[in-house]
């Protein structure tokens, strides 16, 4: 059912929200979490280590230019994924998606950096961070601790969400889902190349689109550099979980939240900006040291944990599990695009990939791909470029960065060109190709509902009408004599799809409320409501009985 189509009811029966979420953990007999006497073995961990802006520069995927034992290791442990994807080239976009399993360009989270025009995203009612449907089935749920989900993260998503969230704060014996970001690759840390280099820049090897100078060389270096110190990060954690004895009992992902962060690689719509590392261990599951080509996109990644943990996927999300019991069929396509990035004006592309070609829509080619964004203009190689174009001395593949306007189509050959930089939109050859590729984007933008052609003005005003963040409605909480002596409690809320925490007592952890609770009277109990997008509830407070 398209989300366009999917009234609350539907998404209610869809998913239980406000009833009972029916879970069976593996090797268990349970309900929402609860692990049975028959249980063979503990429920399975979930550990996410993230870090930020790199394409597959690893030893594992062939970079001979890396150093990366770590990751390294834990490939030959576990699969690593060949054809994994992002749907955006930059942060925030990409994180909202992952967070909801929803396309940005679905539910309005496309532009980067919404809260420079002021406002959040706010999805339609159905939508729900993953993490919520993790926690009403009994999971501990810690982020530490980016979010960036282009709209303020729920209190219902995380039991933890900061720097010193960590597993190992759970309450005894709970499963738990943990996501560490490691942030020593992003962007912002390659701006300085003068400090000493491990890496030798005599022996980068450059792409085409680049001027082979020594300041591009040695900021090439400095990527790899930070690489390599992410790579030991991660090897810390990996420590840590084995040290904690719960290796064995724990599926492991490493993954990027989008491509190198160096100039045509983050913000642009190429392999460079969406192509990036994925690796899965999953011991007893995942054949150690194996290979997969299944084209994945990074929405996938929520309905994927859902699905090894045996917790039922909400049918509107439109990421597909490619592992566990709810294993989707593999895609053909994955779709990306791009609209504005910070300052700059507004962009519009759409892009979509199968194994062997990508295509690009450049819906507004008037627009230049070397736009001035104050950020990017901090980087080495970025400054390096722009002053050689400006004196005239680029050549080849390097001045096509510098074209005033953009083509109306792009088509690249990804085998034989993986750089992107031989178009083939205008060959006779691969006319076929074009138009095949053409009709499937036309046709997901038309299935996903794509907001990215109303101006976002427009999007703001349907989103905050009148310029103003819409506010949640505070709880009502109703308590009725129940059977076994205590008071069966329900809490409603009427804003449509807004998601309701609850806390027994005057201090611990809010819980997700999805039915009613049965409380001693004379128990204080609290309640807030949130939807996305929306300001908070305020909170209410209830001593059953009284």
């Not at 979509?352 to 990508?358: A, E, F, H, L, P």
């Amino acid at each position: 059912m398209s989300p366009k189509n999917l009234n609350r009811r539907g998404f209610l029966k869809s998913v239980g929200m406000l009833t009972a979420a029916s879970v069976v953990l593996p090797g268990c007999r349970g309900i929402s979490g609860q692990a049975s006497t028959a249980c063979e073995k503990p429920p399975l961990n979930i550990l996410w280590i993230s870090c930020e802006d790199i394409s597959p520069n690893l030893g594992c995927y062939g970079d001979d230019y890396a150093d990366t034992p770590k990751l390294d290791r834990l490939a030959r442990q576990g699969c690593r994924y060949t054809n994994a994807f992002v749907p955006y080239p930059v942060c925030a976009p990409t994180r909202s998606a992952v967070i909801t399993a929803m396309y940005p360009s679905t539910i309005g989270s496309m532009h980067m950096r919404t809260s420079l025009k002021g406002y959040q995203a706010v999805p339609a009612p159905y939508v729900k961070c993953f993490t919520e449907y993790f926690r009403a089935a009994g999971y501990y749920c810690t982020n530490k601790s980016k979010t960036d989900y282009q709209f303020s993260p729920p209190f219902t998503a995380w039991d933890e969400s900061s720097n010193r969230a960590h597993w190992r704060n759970r309450p005894k014996d709970m499963p738990f889902f943990s996501v560490i970001n490691l942030t020593v690759t992003h962007e912002s840390q390659c701006w300085d190349i003068d400090e000493p280099l491990t890496h030798d820049p005599d022996k980068a090897k450059l792409p085409p689109y680049y001027p082979d100078t020594p300041i591009v060389r040695r900021n090439w270096a400095r990527y790899y550099d930070r690489i390599s110190l992410m790579d030991k990060q991660a090897g810390d954690i990996l420590k840590q979980l084995k040290d904690d004895g719960l290796a064995d009992n724990t599926v492991v992902f490493f993954w990027s939240d989008h491509g190198m962060g160096l100039p045509r690689g983050k913000r642009w719509p190429y392999d460079s900006g969406l192509h990036v590392p994925l690796i899965v261990r999953w011991p007893g599951e995942v054949k150690p040291g194996s290979t997969c080509h299944d084209l994945i996109n990074l929405i996938d990644l929520g309905p994927t944990v859902l699905s090894i943990a045996g917790v039922e996927i909400p049918s509107y999300m439109q990421g597909r599990a490619f592992l566990g019991a709810r294993k989707g069929e593999p895609r053909k396509y994955v779709f990306g695009g791009r609209e504005r990035m910070d300052q700059t004006g507004e962009d519009f592309i759409r892009s979509v990939r199968d194994k062997r070609y990508r295509y690009i829509r450049n819906f507004m080619p008037e627009r230049p791909y070397a736009q001035q964004i104050p950020y990017m203009e901090k980087m080495p190689i970025m400054q390096e470029w722009r002053r050689l174009n400006a004196e005239g001395k680029l050549k080849g593949p390097q001045k096509l960065f510098f074209r005033e306007t953009k083509p109306p189509e792009e088509l690249y050959e990804i085998a034989t060109d993986p750089y992107e930089i031989n178009n083939l939109a205008d060959s006779p050859q691969y006319r076929h190709v074009l138009e095949r590729m053409r009709a499937v984007l036309e046709k997901w933008m038309e299935d996903t509902n794509d907001l990215g052609r109303i101006s976002e003005d427009e999007l703001i005003e349907r989103m905050w009408p009148g310029g103003k963040q819409p506010l949640t409605a505070a709880p009502t909480i109703e308590a009725v004599s129940a059977s076994d002596g205590k008071m069966k409690v329900k809490i409603n809320c009427a804003t449509e799809g807004a998601s309701i925490g609850y806390r027994v007592g005057e201090k611990g952890r809010w819980l997700i409320y999805t039915r009613p609770i049965h409380l001693k009277p004379s128990t204080v109990i609290r309640a807030k409501a949130v939807r996305i997008g929306y300001l908070p509830s305020r909170q209410v407070r209830e001593v059953i009985g009284n």
